[in-house]
């Protein structure tokens, strides 16, 4: 199917917040598809974004340059309770 944001727009761009092994998983496979040339064919004109401390500059840095309405941000935690998760969620 197709993937649109809230105002119908095409979502292009993918951030993942997590910290430590949260996040780890998804960067692996992220880093393990970059080679494979069907998936870098697929991901054209995407993107995908790792937010993996609290530093508001590595945030901003993250964050820079996105449209809300064609950004999909995932929160990626085991529990919810960690201090890093529950400031950047």
Do not use: H, Q
């Not at 080679?35 to 790792?50: H, V, W």
């Not at 590595?58 to 400031?87: C, N, P």
């Amino acid at each position: 199917g197709e993937w649109k944001g809230y105002t119908g727009k095409p979502l292009t761009d993918v951030v993942c917040i997590g910290i430590g092994g949260s996040y780890l998983g998804v960067e692996f496979v992220f880093e393990a598809l970059k080679t494979d040339p069907e998936a870098a064919a697929a991901a054209t004109g995407r993107s995908l974004r790792f937010i993996a401390n609290v530093d508001p500059i590595d945030v901003k840095r993250g964050l820079s340059g996105l449209s809300a309405e064609t950004t999909l941000v995932i929160i990626i935690s085991k529990t919810f309770t960690t201090a890093e998760a529950m400031l950047n969620a």
